[in-house]
């Protein structure tokens, strides 16, 4: 390994009940190995490598007979379970003393395998991170390009350096992953995560198509959870937030204090049940808004100091004593 001219690459694919559509975009993944590598561009000992999530169809299935049809195949399948953060970074983990470079892509066929030519020859002249980045969302409702396109506002304006419209394809060097080990929080976003590595790095663009089968993993509620994750496991700026927001409150309920008691010694007082309670309500709400916003950091520092397993590999196609 370490020829990076002839890189072994392996393209890490999570995978969460995909029976539908694994069929159909696994033979994709080998054919660009196999065009990569006759160009010269990556070794042979290229491979491709599935990350079974804990699905509950028949996935683990599959991979396993793709691997037993091909040597080109590789599976790995957790124990449950446990997001596709976990997915990703299990794969990743897996690879890296395997091989000199990484692709990770979801196995949905919507994000473009053909950007991975130029992903192999950024690397190749020297590029360490390649992000793949969204051309456009034409194909996208108003609602999902709004949401989407907002997410990544929101987590750069919270203090998640992210890149505009890139999601977890990209490639890294196994220069990058042997850092990226020592990054050791359970609360993932790779997305988020993968920039505080450092490293030279450059992005490629592609038009992400149509999912070819089955149905998203990915629903609004999901992005929101991503999204919140992604803040607070980066960013304290919701805690200044909530200190600056807490002191102007301060400063405008001492200067009610004053009012209060200038119109009470000039005899100006009136009966103001509605006023007084608005501003009872209002605090209210303020302080149990913080006061969530507070537990949940709390909430990820419990499970940080737990340091449970991220992942935990319950099978893989290949005997680990001859690998």
């Not at 994709?28 to 190995?33: E, N, S, T, Y």
């Not at 997001?83 to 000199?100: I, P, S």
């Amino acid at each position: 390994m370490k020829d990076r001219n002839h890189p072994v690459l392996y393209i890490v694919i999570p995978c969460y009940n995909e029976q539908e559509v694994l069929p159909i975009t696994a033979p994709l993944f080998l054919r660009k190995i196999e065009d990569l590598s006759a160009a010269g561009k990556i070794s042979p000992e290229s491979r491709v490598l599935f990350v079974n999530d804990g699905s509950r169809d028949k996935t683990w299935d599959i991979i396993c007979g793709l691997a037993a049809a091909d040597p080109h195949y590789l599976g790995i399948s957790q124990s449950r379970n446990r997001g596709h953060q976990n997915a990703v970074l299990a794969g990743l983990m897996e690879a890296k003393d395997r091989c000199d470079i990484t692709i990770s892509i979801d196995c949905d066929g919507q994000d473009d395998i053909n950007a991975m030519d130029a992903m192999v020859d950024a690397y190749r002249d020297g590029c360490e991170v390649v992000y793949g980045v969204r051309s456009k969302r034409d194909t996208d409702t108003f609602f999902k390009r709004f949401t989407a396109e907002s997410f990544y506002k929101l987590l750069n304006a919270m203090g998640a350096e992210v890149v505009f419209n890139h999601a977890d394809y990209r490639l890294l060097s196994a220069r990058v992953l042997k850092e990226f080990a020592n990054f050791k929080e359970v609360n993932l976003f790779l997305r988020g995560m993968v920039p505080l590595v450092g490293f030279k790095s450059t992005a490629v663009t592609y038009e992400r198509h149509e999912r070819i089968a089955g149905e998203s993993h990915y629903p609004l509620s999901k992005m929101l959870g991503l999204a919140f994750d992604g803040i607070t496991s980066l960013s304290v700026k919701p805690i200044r937030f909530i200190t600056g927001f807490g002191v102007l409150v301060a400063l405008v309920s001492f200067v009610g204090v004053i009012w209060a008691i200038v119109e009470a010694a000039i005899g100006a007082t009136v009966s103001g049940w509605a006023s007084t309670t608005c501003i009872i309500c209002f605090v209210s709400g303020v302080q149990l808004i913080c006061l969530g916003v507070i537990g949940e950091y709390i909430g990820k520092i419990y499970m940080e100091t737990k340091a449970r397993p991220r992942y935990i590999i319950s099978e893989r196609t290949w005997d680990e004593e001859d690998a």
